[in-house]
């Protein structure tokens, strides 16, 4: 794992080495004057100044200008380019760019502070992209010892099926060796779920005391938080019971308020004989209070004085309808109809008397079209027309 992780810094070193002025002046001294346009065709523009600084007749400010102006399209095409890379997780390949493009001209800012941005991040990357193949193998490895392990139940395994397993027991402990260095590394970073698959495996592979350990702290750490948990779930069930208990309370004292107000209403109401703002008092009574004794009494009241009223005003109305008083029948009648809405006679009544009404409007119609008078006499049940002269 150290050999690796060795190597694996040699590799980024390499690059921020190579980007450092003056490690690339070997072929400085073979430059020529005429080799200026190749030097800025290939982007050497650091070998460009150094041999612009060694010949006068090059030293102008047209040909510093020139070197300038390349320099600094060729410094904006490779930081763009770099990110693009970045934004598609080529982080290999944006570090690659920018190291090259630095020994051309080892002075940029821009480039060298976007390199040692993107460098953390592609360590990272590695890192990530080893622990994930490691913890790839091991699954596989564990895999294939338990193949064998039941390939063993079933018969005597060949020379072969042996020699593959031992190669595979010897890796198995490398492999635990690694899971157990980056389960520690995951719990310093306080990533619990990481550490506990890699020392799980680890310990799958080759049990030992030390991935043991940490395997039982992590589990302890786990307890511990689920039993905070737990605790605040209970509390806040808690809280939320007596919140909703006080609620309840208080819905209730307001229900006793409501109904103490609106009993006085209605037994007002009765006393006037004004059964209709008696019932709206009644009705509006919360559901909470039907079952008072004085909220039945009440209704039972409110419910006689209704049975009597519409008693009264459906006698009423069938008296003036069978006068031909067909309109003020259909008052009376809506006025009843207001008190018991659900009575099916007294509804029946009101659409009935409303198709003589309306029967009678169109006949008024066809006699105020025709030449002739017509004169109307409507029955209850009929409506008769009588032809008359017309007057003069």
Known sequence: ???????????????????????????????????????????????????????????????????????????????????????????????????????????SKSLRELRNTIEPQRVKQLQTNEREQLIARARYILGQQQLFLEQVNLESPSLGQRWENKRNVKEAKSLSENLLEYGQQAMDRENMELAKTCLQLSQSLNETPEAGALLSHIYATEDAHKQVTI??????????????????????QNDKKKTEVLLAEAQQALKKDNLQVARAAV?????????????????????????VRVKKLMATGDAQYRADNVLL?????????????????????????????????ELKRQQRRQPRALTVTVQPTRVRATRTSPQP
């Open 1 to 107: 794992m150290k050999h690796k992780l060795l190597q694996l810094i040699l590799v980024l070193l390499l690059p921020v080495m190579a980007g450092c002025s003056g490690m690339d002046t070997i072929r400085v001294g073979q430059d020529k004057p005429e080799d200026l346009d190749s030097l800025l065709q290939q982007h050497e523009y650091a070998r460009a100044r150094q041999l612009t600084s060694k010949h006068a007749s090059l030293d102008t400010p047209g040909i510093q200008a020139r070197i300038s102006g390349n320099e600094a399209s060729y410094e904006q095409s490779i930081y763009t380019e770099a990110v693009a890379l970045e934004s598609e997780n080529d982080l290999l390949g944006a570090v690659q760019l920018l190291s090259t493009a630095l020994q051309k001209v080892p002075h």
């Open 283 to 307: 009705v509006q009574i919360p559901s909470s209070a039907i079952t008072d004794s004085e909220v039945i009494a009440i209704r039972n009241d409110l419910d006689q004085a209704i049975h």
């Open 329 to 361: 029948a259909v008052r009376t009648w809506t006025e009843a109809l207001s008190l018991a809405p659900d009575n099916p006679y007294l509804r029946d009544r009101v659409e009935r008397a409303n198709k003589v009404l309306a029967r009678l409007e």
């Open 231 to 252: 605790k605040a779930t209970n509390l806040a069930r808690k809280k939320a019971g007596i919140r909703k208990a006080k609620n309840r309370k208080e819905e209730q």
